[in-house]
């Protein structure tokens, strides 16, 4: 079993910046790739970005481009989702997940996920 813990997300407002981590525990996650979605009330769980387990390829989703940036260090087990340049509409619960068995953009297809962190960006 994978567990995957997030770090703090907290309040920040809009234009700043704000690196969340992703840890995991219980085996070594440097073989799977490791994806970020995110959830805003009332909203779908959206796909944020997916990073591969050499830290090569990453890929983003269409409102995370060019301010979103993955990274991964294989040898703490951890996964990190730095966010620049925020947006009030980038408010939601951040949730790290693990071991997509098919497309990576798709929430289910991943096989182990975190509880989530909020991320609030005021204006």
């Known amino acids: 079993q994978v567990q995957l813990r997030e770090s703090w997300g907290g309040w920040v407002q809009a234009g700043d910046s704000l690196r969340l981590s992703c840890a995991a525990s219980?085996?070594?996650?440097?073989?799977?790739?490791m994806g970020w979605f995110r959830q805003a009330p009332g909203k779908e769980r959206e796909f944020v970005g997916v990073?591969?387990?050499?830290?090569?390829?990453?890929y983003y989703g269409d409102s995370v481009k060019g301010r979103f940036t993955l990274s991964r260090d294989n040898a703490k087990n951890t996964v990190f989702l730095q966010m620049n340049s925020l947006k009030p509409e980038d408010t939601a619960v951040y949730y790290c997940?693990?071991?997509?068995?098919?497309?990576?953009?798709?929430?289910?297809?991943?096989?182990?996920w975190g509880r989530g962190t909020q991320v609030t960006v005021s204006s």
């Open positions: 997940a693990a071991d997509p068995s098919g497309s990576y953009r798709n929430p289910d297809d991943y096989g182990y």
């Open positions: 219980g085996r070594d996650v440097s073989t799977y790739p």
């Open positions: 990073i591969g387990m050499n830290g090569t390829p990453t």
